[in-house]
């Protein structure tokens, strides 16, 4: 399935350097209509909404809890953008923001869709060995998927670091698998804003950590995590 950006608001305002980013990112670009601040409803595309000021954000126009993102001229509180973060706002994305960072919250909604709105995900308090390189961790992890877990700490690792995990069900076998950290919570930096019940990534997360992706798992064990999460939905 192709993805497609589509670019509305204020559409002039979207730098050359960004239009790029999106594109590096494996995106189509759309142009949007200018002066429109609805979010598509729309699987297959990301609406980018690209707003003068903090007034703009009265006009946005969600259907239903669709990932989108603000790209701003100027920088908005988190006030302002709470009420936003509950209808499917992702991030946003200043002209001066580094491709990295600009990339990290494109690639958000991806996992979206690829991810977390068909896999559903359940709090557990599973002990886990993660090891990267020379350091290893000994925490839990409160949220659980048939693709990835959310690991308690208070040193998560950086966003892309590849790690192997090791843990188990209650009264089940031992699981091992490679993984990559997916978004990181820092804490004293985000924990004001990840307990939102309806943001789709930081949904019942309540402490620092990290997220993680499962990248060389069996279907097999997939399927048994999957039958563990049934039995507890």
């Known amino acids: 399935m192709s993805y497609t950006a589509v670019l509305s608001g204020h559409t002039a305002l979207f730098t050359e350097s960004f239009r790029d980013i999106v594109a590096e990112c494996g ?22 909404i690209a ?15 669709r990932p989108f993102l603000v790209f701003s001229v100027e920088q908005i509180s988190q006030e302002a953008l709470s009420g936003l973060k509950e209808n499917g706002l992702l991030g946003v994305i200043t002209p001066d923001i580094s491709p990295e960072d600009a990339a990290f919250l494109l690639n958000r909604a991806l996992f979206y869709d690829k991810m977390v709105k068909r896999n559903p995900r359940v ?20 949220l659980l998927s048939r693709d990835g877990m959310f690991i308690v700490t208070l040193n998560p690792l ?8 090791k843990f188990a069900l209650p ?3 031992d ?9 990181r919570v820092a804490i004293n930096k985000e924990l004001n804003i990840i307990a939102n019940p309806r943001d789709p990534f ?11 992706f499962f990248t ?15 039995k507890l939905l």
């Not at 091992?176 to 978004?183: K, P």
């Not at 060389?216 to 049934?230: K, L, W």
């Open 216 to 230: 060389d798992m069996s279907r097999a064990d997939r399927d048994e995590i999957d039958g563990y999460i049934e």
């Open 202 to 212: 930081k949904r019942m997360v309540s402490h620092p950590g990290m997220a993680v």
């Open 51 to 65: 707003v003068r000021s903090a007034e703009d954000l009265a006009s946005v126009k969600t259907a239903g809890v």
């Open 158 to 165: 950086e966003v892309n670091a590849i790690c192997s995990l």
């Open 27 to 48: 995106f189509e670009l759309a142009e949007g209509v200018d002066g429109s601040f609805v979010v598509s409803a729309d699987e297959g595309s990301l609406t980018i």
């Open 123 to 142: 709090p557990v308090n599973l002990p886990v060995i993660l090891t990267s390189g020379h350091k290893v961790i000994n925490s839990f992890a409160s």
């Open 171 to 173: 009264e089940g076998r």
């Open 175 to 183: 699981f091992s698998t490679e993984a990559r950290v997916l978004y």
